[in-house]
């Protein structure tokens, strides 16, 4: 039976709206990592003014946000992106007070007061504004990395927990720790901030939680291009943050911008510049090694002022062969074992294949090369 063709347009237009839904519907939906703007507003005298306009303009995206002031004078905007604002209040009888470039990093109760002079709305006073760099709205305390600092400093494998590193009351973790390990290809999964122990930091990133349920640890790093910045909050931080009794490390992601912007990297290393491992004797060279880690990103507008995206991909290919250099029986004690049952055990036991210059009986084997990692595609924003 042939369908009228009006009913296979609305039929089209309907699953077209159903999958736009569908797509867009977890990038909207998403918790965030953001900050709160508060202050209070006055005359020249002191007074507070009631009912002033506060409103808060991103630069890079143009979101718009407005408050005003209540009976006391104060005003607070909350869920505010991390990034640098323009901030506009007006009140009848005086003069518009404009700060240009307020910079709001994640995680942070930033105070501004404004001291409004009188005279006509339509003139503007501008005044320079910077973040405090005590926090003054809560007893918390921690540091941001902003994002220059994620995305220029050098990271050998580009581990994210390598940055936390810098944060004061933060100590390289243990290798035998059951979480820090070192795992080739992936780096640790946890950190030792504030004299915690790595099982009691929680990782958020756009306020969603990044740890393993089972052993606390961090799920997976997020790729370096992906995050605008982060806080570390190691004690007394905000009752909002539960789960754990260690830090919080609170991650902001990028987003795309009213300007398109991107990055192409790989990084490229290898064994020519080796030393050989001192461990293995039977080889002047060192073992084969050659990693790729690559990657891009771009984001920008989709309709200016309005949506936005973001997208980012890493990959790593890595090849590496890892000396095995253990002690063993010699031929001489293989030899000497009489009882069947030792003997049926020594047989499990691999055949010495060098001798070092102490006499030593040792294997000493290449171990198979690492499989190269599959690459991984970061969570794309809008």
């Known amino acids: 039976m042939l369908l009228p063709a009006t009913r296979i347009t609305n039929s089209v237009k309907w699953w077209a709206c159903v999958c736009l839904l569908i797509f867009t519907t977890p990038f909207i939906v998403n918790a965030q990592s953001t900050a709160t703007l508060r202050g209070q507003v006055s005359d020249p005298s002191g007074a507070v003014i009631p009912g002033a306009l506060v409103t808060v303009h991103l630069n890079e995206t143009a979101e718009l946000r407005t408050s005003r002031t209540d009976q006391d004078g104060f005003y607070q905007v909350a869920a505010l992106a991390a990034g640098i604002?323009?901030?506009?209040?007006?009140?009848?009888?005086?003069?518009?007070?404009?700060?240009?470039?307020?910079?709001?990093?994640?995680?942070?109760?930033?105070?501004?007061?404004?001291?409004?002079?009188?005279?006509?709305?339509?003139?503007?006073?501008?005044?320079?504004?910077?973040?405090?760099?005590?926090?003054?709205?809560?007893?918390?305390?921690?540091?941001?990395?902003?994002?220059?600092?994620?995305?220029?400093?050098?990271?050998?494998?580009?581990?994210?927990?390598?940055?936390?590193?810098?944060?004061?009351?933060?100590?390289?973790p243990s290798t035998n720790g059951f979480s820090t390990t070192p795992s080739r290809g992936v780096g640790t999964l946890a950190i030792n901030t504030a004299g915690n122990r790595e099982e009691t930091v929680n990782y958020l990133i756009n306020?969603?939680?990044?740890?393993?349920?089972?052993?606390?640890?961090?799920?997976?790093?997020?790729?370096?291009?992906?995050?605008?910045?982060?806080?570390?909050?190691?004690?007394?931080?905000s009752a909002e943050f539960g789960q754990v009794s260690g830090a919080i490390v609170n991650i902001a992601t990028r987003s795309g911008t009213n300007r398109y912007h991107g990055e192409l990297f790989e990084f490229f290393r290898n064994?020519?510049?080796?030393?050989?491992?001192?461990?293995?004797?039977?080889?002047?060279?060192?073992?084969?090694?050659?990693?790729?880690?690559?990657?891009?990103?771009?984001?920008?507008?989709?309709?200016?002022?309005?949506?936005?995206?973001?997208?980012?991909?890493?990959?790593?290919?890595?090849?590496?062969?890892?000396p095995v250099n253990s002690l063993v029986l010699s031929d001489g004690q293989r030899a000497a074992v009489t009882d069947p049952v030792v003997a049926k055990l020594v047989n499990l036991i691999p055949v010495a294949n060098f001798v070092d210059s102490s006499g030593t009986a040792r294997f000493t084997s290449p171990s198979a090369t690492r499989p190269a990692a599959p690459g991984r595609l970061s969570t794309m924003t809008f």
Not at 96 to 110: D, K, W, Y
Not at 219 to 236: V, Y
């Open 271 to 322: 064994d020519v510049f080796d030393a050989r491992n001192f461990f293995t004797f039977n080889s002047s060279q060192p073992p084969p090694f050659k990693r790729n880690q690559f990657g891009a990103s771009v984001g920008g507008p989709i309709i200016r002022n309005r949506m936005f995206f973001f997208v980012a991909y890493e990959g790593l290919r890595q090849r590496q062969e890892v």
């Open 85 to 172: 604002y323009r901030i506009d209040v007006q009140a009848r009888g005086f003069r518009t007070q404009l700060v240009s470039a307020l910079t709001i990093e994640v995680g942070r109760t930033v105070l501004q007061d404004f001291h409004l002079e009188i005279g006509d709305v339509k003139q503007t006073v501008t005044v320079n504004a910077a973040s405090p760099a005590i926090e003054g709205a809560t007893v918390s305390l921690g540091q941001v990395v902003n994002q220059r600092t994620v995305q220029n400093i050098p990271l050998n494998g580009r581990y994210f927990l390598d940055i936390p590193l810098l944060v004061p009351g933060s100590v390289t």
């Open 207 to 237: 306020g969603i939680t990044l740890n393993n349920q089972a052993f606390d640890s961090i799920s997976f790093q997020p790729s370096i291009s992906t995050i605008q910045e982060f806080k570390i909050d190691n004690s007394t931080f």
